[in-house]
């Protein structure tokens, strides 16, 4: 199954931050726009096995 999140990024002191809008807790940095993509998806998976180990 596949998702559509909203990717929200800027960059704050040199570094690329970022959420996913409609998944609380998703919020990642990285030194370029890829290394971030990187970061968000992991920071995404990291959150849906929290989530399943306490369902």
Request: glycine share 8%; aromatic share 16%; net charge negative.
């Amino acid at each position: 199954m596949q998702f559509r999140f909203t990717f929200q990024f800027w960059q704050d002191d040199g570094w690329y931050v970022g959420k996913l809008k409609e998944v609380p807790g998703v919020f990642s940095q990285g030194e370029t726009l890829e290394e971030l993509e990187v970061n968000i998806a992991d920071a995404y998976r990291l959150v849906m096995e929290d989530t399943a180990a306490t369902s």
